[in-house]
């Protein structure tokens, strides 16, 4: 299956207390590797949750492998899933990296497949289940047998790159077209972050294309900055507040997650 193509033009989302992210643009093809790199509080997860179809923009205009938010934002949701996302897709820490995989393969099959899949002898479907697992672990490098009690290892015990790699192993468990995943590079070791690199990349080998929130992106990425811009000096209009360009997620986060949950 291919990736979606991105791109975007003076795209930006703004919320009651200010612009999450303003002015973005991009042009990246299907399979691409998109690093959008900024510091922390300068709307990045934002815009990664905008391009998914979980935040709706509120100017510019987007076209991600057809799908042009907010109209299709539906069908985009479909096509993309999310990993590492705080407040959207966060692993249980007392549940085990097994439990983990089990569930998740437990809803790709009630609510990914079709009715007639569900009537399959149950050898079948457990065949199914665990060829699903093996895959996803696999497209994401992680190797279960070598954690510490292997899939009885509970979340609060991997370590930071362990954590990542099992994310995205349960994002890819839906087939996404597009993934997007969330502070890549946070708490990582220069060593650690070209191993997550290195996986970002070995996943759109496969076609299927990745949006990275980072701090740095590496130089073979297709990289979308949202450091802000330095502030406009305009004067405000009757009822309207100088929020300049860019005023970060430190105000616009929030917003932002909840109006995930309502998308």
Not at 199 to 222: K, N
């Amino acid at each position: 299956m291919d990736g979606l193509g991105v791109a975007a033009r003076d795209f930006g989302l703004r919320g009651p207390r200010g612009w999450a992210f303003r002015g973005i643009g991009i042009d990246a093809g299907p399979g691409s590797l998109i690093a959008v790199e900024g510091p922390s509080g300068s709307g990045r997860t934002c815009l990664l949750l905008a391009l998914t179809g979980r935040m709706k923009p509120t100017e510019g205009v987007a076209d991600v492998g057809g799908f042009k938010p907010p109209r299709h934002m539906a069908g985009l949701r479909r096509a993309a899933a999310l990993a590492n996302v705080a407040g959207v897709t966060d692993l249980e820490p007392a549940l085990t990296v097994g439990e983990h995989l089990r569930e998740r393969a437990l809803m790709e099959r009630r609510f990914g497949a079709s009715p007639r899949g569900l009537l399959r002898p149950r050898s079948e479907r457990r065949a199914e289940t665990k060829l699903l697992i093996d895959s996803a672990l696999t497209a994401a490098g992680l190797d279960v047998e070598a954690l510490p009690k292997g899939p009885r290892t509970a979340v609060r015990d991997l370590e930071r790159l362990e954590e990542l790699r099992l994310s995205v192993a349960l994002a890819l468990m839906s087939g996404p077209r597009l993934l997007g995943v969330d502070d890549t590079d946070f708490k990582l070791s220069d060593a650690e972050r070209d191993q997550a690199w290195a996986l970002l990349r070995s996943i759109t080998e496969s076609g299927t294309t990745v949006l990275a929130v980072c701090s740095e992106a590496p130089g073979d990425a297709v990289t979308v900055s949202t450091r802000p811009a330095p502030a406009r000096n305009t004067k405000a209009g009757p009822g309207e507040e100088n929020t300049g360009t860019g005023t970060g997620e430190e105000k616009g986060a929030a917003d932002a997650l909840a109006e995930t949950g309502r998308a």
